[in-house]
């Protein structure tokens, strides 16, 4: 699945 | 968290130490493209917007400010405090044929039309080209200097464990973000040439020069 709930990578 | 996305961060941490420790040591920026560090300062900003929005976690929080405060030091160092030493002739690269192209794609290829997720978007896709105007640099000058280059395999490694992260996090949390993904391997493949340059050439103890 795709997340597009903030990123939590920097 | 998995060992690939720390050892990506701290890889990542370290080529923005060693450039400000190189410019600071020798109190010169020559060699280094301020336009790619603009870029870069341009990329946090635009990416780490969310520091305002939402709270992931206290490792999240601190190295998005440290990147960010880095970022603006080394434009600081270029720009203002040894401007001097800043070999603006070479810097030559037209940052309008990076800056047009990205700004359209990131309206048109997002997760969702949101001015923050179009930002983060812009962010992505900025950084996988934000290195050519220093690689742009090296090949007008035809050298760099040993600790750019190390500089640039830091931040090189650092999206290649990227990729080992995002194949492991695939596998293991079934999560992938196409956009980071696709923007990743671009920039990854940038760094090819040059870290061929750097296995054969730095690592034997000679200094990068193209023929």
Known sequence: QETTEGHDEL | MNIFRILGDVSHLLAMIILLVKIWRS???AGISGKSQILFALVFTTRYLDLFTIFISVYNTV??????????ITVYMIYMKFHKTFDREHDSFRLEFLLV???????????SF???EILWTFSIYLESVAILPQLFMISKTGEAE???T????????YRALYLANW???YHTENFYDQIAVVSGVVQTIFYCDFFYLYVT???KGKKLSLP
């Open chain 2, 63 to 72: 190295m998005k400010v440290i990147f960010l405060v880095c970022a603006y």
């Open chain 2, 27 to 29: 109190k010169s920026c």
């Open chain 2, 150 to 157: 190390h500089y640039l395999f830091f931040l090189g490694l």
């Open chain 2, 201 to 203: 050439k730095v690592l």
């Open chain 2, 167 to 169: 194949i492991w996090r």
């Open chain 2, 146 to 148: 040993t600790i750019t």
């Open chain 2, 101 to 111: 192209p990205v700004t359209g794609l990131s309206f048109l290829e997002n997760h």
């Open chain 2, 114 to 116: 949101t001015p923050l």
